[in-house]
């Protein structure tokens, strides 16, 4: 295995934080963006024309593809950013470069807002047009987005002002918790500085002492930050209401799916299938309770390893495992892997003012993905680790593939392969495991499930009752936010979990629901991930369909590529399936205390 990079190296993209090529990039993005509206925005011929229209598009797609707003530039200091929350000059960059990019977006609006209102005469011809089918379902996505789409002056607007109507908002309280530090103990019981992200991992230590300190040390920040977020929350919720009220939408999470390339119907069947199984999560964590010896769980302990399982991973043996893992899958998959991990393309340790969780980013398709993680040597750690990695493979697959109008990644099966390889890495990791631990193993397979499944469902209720609400009253406290929280942790949680008084503020740090209703793709993501789980325990060479879909991108609809793998997540009998399927784990594992 070659030598491991644990800090991402970036000069793929920048020489450094303050390398001048960074003005050229920008300065070479903004002629493109200038170049296409000059040619193009005069041209009425690419609306009635589909030979026209191919060439435009193949222009477009040239200038998605190399630049996708500010190129390099841009991906680098977003990256870099992400390192360091806490740094000005990285935050003044890229804010610089937002501006730059919204602006850059604004030049070319015309293009795509002239096309999503075309005739429904003149739609047809362009979709049956041959030489247009690379970029078919780019167009009837657009076609689909018309309804919603304001004319090209509102939709610049609404650019413009995103960046201090929500994302300065949000990015706010992001950092203010970012910077918080505590003296908690570490898992030797020491007493030590720890970041959110450093704590949270501590929540699931065995020693009851160590996780009651890290919880007692997050309440205080999350409370701390509580009256910010408050004001952050009634900002971008208020901003959603006047947008949505601006495209007509009636429902707050209709765009959502719209975006995602989902009908509401195939969402609505998985909230209300996965809803009805609540008692599964409630079953879970009485069980939890049982073998903990408690009447009922903290808030916190919520994700507390049992067993033997607790035993440390270090950073290589993790690799070593996910390298295996992939290997014995396709050896393409474990080629891709290790070159990521030895070419600086994964920041693996939590730092002070780093972005907090773990993601696989990409911008551009000619751009290498880029993993974050905040790892801390645990079981969970191991398979975060598969996780980001399946989304890397995800990336990978699509820029081999596709065009950069098809590059994408639809929001409902963004999750897909990242859950289908976290579930392979932790069967190998459970191949090292005896009889005797048989219990503990499900029952952290059975965690894995309902924070991503039964949890998401119920962040995703918070959601929907959270901007309901704010409609009614236009304005909510914090106490009515978290009031609203605790209500739907509950409904899943049941009582073997206490919502302490501490617990109320935990929706001041998840991030999801900034991102608004994006929580039903880890529940549809696991769910489908586990079908294909089974298709290629059950057949390995089924890797293969695996493969074809991790290249899709945004091709076709999620609906169609995986009826063509034998999936069918338009009809609600798929979701109970797989809730089922779970619900005999739970038995067995019931059976074994």
């Known amino acids: 295995m070659a030598k491991l990079l644990t800090t991402w190296d970036l000069s793929a993209l920048l020489a450094s934080d303050h390398d001048p090529a960074a003005d050229t990039l920008v300065a070479q993005a903004q002629q493109a963006y200038t170049e296409f509206a000059a040619k193009w925005a005069p041209r009425v011929d690419f609306l009635t024309s589909p030979s026209a229209l191919k060439e435009a598009l193949d222009d477009y797609e040239t200038l998605d593809r190399l ?3 500010t190129g390099a530039a841009g991906y680098y200091f977003w990256l870099r950013a992400q390192q360091d929350q806490s740094d000005p000059y990285l935050k003044a960059q890229a804010t610089k470069l937002d501006g730059i990019e919204a602006k850059l977006a604004n030049q070319v609006e015309f293009f795509t807002n002239r096309l999503c209102r075309l005739p429904a005469k003149t739609q047809k011809l362009m979709l049956g047009y041959p030489e247009l089918k690379l970029y078919r379902h780019f167009l009837e996505l657009l076609f689909a987005s018309a309804p919603y789409t304001l004319t090209e002056s509102e939709e610049k607007i609404l650019t413009l002002k995103n960046q201090t109507a929500f994302t300065s908002w949000v990015q706010m309280v992001k950092e203010f918790i970012g910077q918080e ?4 103990l570490d898992a030797s019981g020491t007493k030590t500085l720890k970041t959110l992200p450093d704590m949270m991992s501590l929540l ?6 160590v996780r009651d300190v890290s919880a007692q040390a997050i309440n205080a920040i999350l409370a701390k930050y509580a009256d910010t977020a408050e004001h952050e929350l009634n900002a971008i919720l208020l901003d959603k209401k006047i947008t949505d009220e601006l495209r007509g939408v009636a429902r707050p999470d209709k765009l959502r799916h719209v975006l995602d390339d989902i009908d509401t119907q195939v969402v609505d069947g998985l909230l209300n299938a996965v809803t009805a199984r609540f008692d599964i999560p409630q079953r879970f964590y009485k069980l939890k309770a049982k073998l903990m010896g408690v009447p009922q769980l903290a808030y916190h302990e919520r994700n507390v390893t049992l067993g033997k399982l607790a035993k ?5 043996q993790a690799v070593r495992l996910v390298g295996s893992t992939l290997g014995a899958l396709d050896p393409e998959f474990a080629q891709i892997f290790h070159t990521l991990a030895s070419n600086g393309n994964i920041d693996v340790y939590p730092a002070k003012g780093k972005h907090a969780g773990a993601f696989a980013g990409h911008k551009r398709l000619t751009d290498q993905p880029y993993v974050l993680l905040n790892y801390g040597g645990k079981l ?6 598969g996780h980001e990695i399946g989304h890397a493979l995800n990336t990978v697959f699509i820029t081999r593939n596709q065009n950069s109008l098809a590059g994408g990644t639809p929001l409902c099966t963004a999750e897909v392969a990242s859950t289908l390889l976290e579930d392979f890495v932790f069967d190998r990791i459970a191949a090292d495991y005896g009889p005797q631990d048989r219990l503990y193993l499900l029952m952290e397979k059975l965690s894995d499930a309902v924070a991503s499944i039964f949890r ?9 009752e959270l901007h309901h609400t704010y409609r009614a009253k236009n304005y909510l406290t914090k106490s009515d936010i978290g009031a609203l929280f605790t209500k739907h942790m509950a409904a899943y949680m049941g009582d073997a979990v206490e919502q302490s008084p501490g617990a109320t503020n935990w929706w001041v740090y ?11 793709s880890y529940a549809s993501g696991l769910l489908i991930a586990k079908a294909l789980h089974t298709m290629v325990r059950q057949d390995p060479t089924s ?3 695996v493969k074809k879909f991790l290249a899709a991108g945004t091709s076709d609809s999620p609906s169609k590529v995986f009826m063509t793998l034998g999936i069918d997540i338009s009809n609600p009998k798929f979701w109970h399936q797989g809730l089922s399927a779970i619900d005999q784990v739970l038995t067995e594992a019931e059976s074994l205390v």
Do not use: M
Request: charge should be positive; glycine fraction near 2%.
């Open 204 to 209: 699931s230590s065995p020693k009851k002492h």
């Open 456 to 464: 998401q469902v119920a962040c995703y209720r918070f959601e929907q």
């Open 181 to 184: 530090e505590r003296e908690v």
């Open 312 to 316: 440390n991973y270090s950073y290589t």
């Open 67 to 69: 630049y996708a707003g």
């Open 510 to 520: 998840w991030s999801h629901i900034r991102s608004f209703f994006y929580v039903y």
């Open 380 to 385: 969970s750690d191991v398979t975060t680790l």
């Open 543 to 545: 890797v293969a369909k």
